[in-house]
């Protein structure tokens, strides 16, 4: 079946380090993937997005890596601050010509300390 | 910037009733999205549309109906609500774009509460 998956457990890091986020998914071949941040009692915000033929993209202290071979993606904020802290959402389109909705993870909660 | 509005931030029902969760978007974005998320699962897709009077079942559509009978409008419809449609709902909008890679643009959700 397929299958996105996010690292359930909160990721606790202390400010100033790098935070990496890592989103796997099985039985898909997507066309691109997407991240987006969400804050408690808010809707997903979009942030990044990767497309297959991509193996990495930035904005500011952001980076996103798309590995089709490991079929694996990572999130990385550099010299993260207590505003990063939210839940980080993974999500992807299949590829060809199936269903154009997005597919979401459950999403990874951040906790960066002072 | 895009602007997605869900009518309701909470809402409490009671089992049996009919439930109408409203959606606009102020950008003439064809696709609308509703999605429900529960901890631990994530977004689940209940119903898509692609454009006007179109629809597409998600995941998990059973319960639910939609309604788009205008661009910038898209209901979900609780046709009888139960306890386990109990969630927080969000509705999503984007344009179609070549490719078709453009991002979500979400609302704030509604939480409902059926008991």
């Known amino acids: 079946s397929q299958k996105i998956e996010q690292n359930s457990e909160a990721l606790n890091i202390q400010e100033g380090k790098t935070a990496t986020l890592t989103c796997n998914y099985t039985n898909y071949s997507p066309a691109y993937l997407q991240w987006y941040r969400q804050d408690p009692g808010r809707g997903p915000v979009f942030l990044l997005l990767i497309r297959e033929n991509e193996k990495e993209k930035r904005k500011e202290r952001l980076k996103v890596t798309f590995d089709t071979t490991l079929k694996q993606s990572l999130f990385h904020i550099t010299a993260s601050q207590p505003a990063d802290s939210a839940t980080y959402l993974c999500?992807?389109?299949?590829?060809?010509?199936?269903?154009?909705?997005?597919?979401f993870g459950s999403g990874t909660r951040l906790q960066v300390q002072p | 910037d895009v602007k997605v509005t869900q009518s309701s931030r909470y809402l409490v029902k009671r089992t049996g009733e009919k439930v109408f969760l409203e959606c606009v978007q102020d950008m003439d974005h064809e696709n609308m999205f509703w999605y429900r998320q529960d901890p631990g699962l994530g977004l689940r897709l209940i119903y898509f549309s692609y454009d006007v009077k179109m629809k597409e079942k998600g995941d998990i559509p059973e319960g639910y109906s939609v309604s788009r009978e205008k661009k910038e409008r898209f209901s979900l419809i609780l046709e009888s609500a139960s306890t386990n449609q109990t969630s927080m709902y969000l509705c999503?909008?984007?344009?179609?774009?070549?490719?078709?890679?453009?991002?979500?643009?979400f609302g704030n959700g509604t939480r409902l509460t059926v008991t």
């Open positions: 999503a909008s984007r344009p179609i774009l070549v490719p078709r890679d453009s991002p979500l643009h």
């Open positions: 999500a992807l389109r299949p590829g060809g010509t199936g269903r154009r909705a997005l597919t």
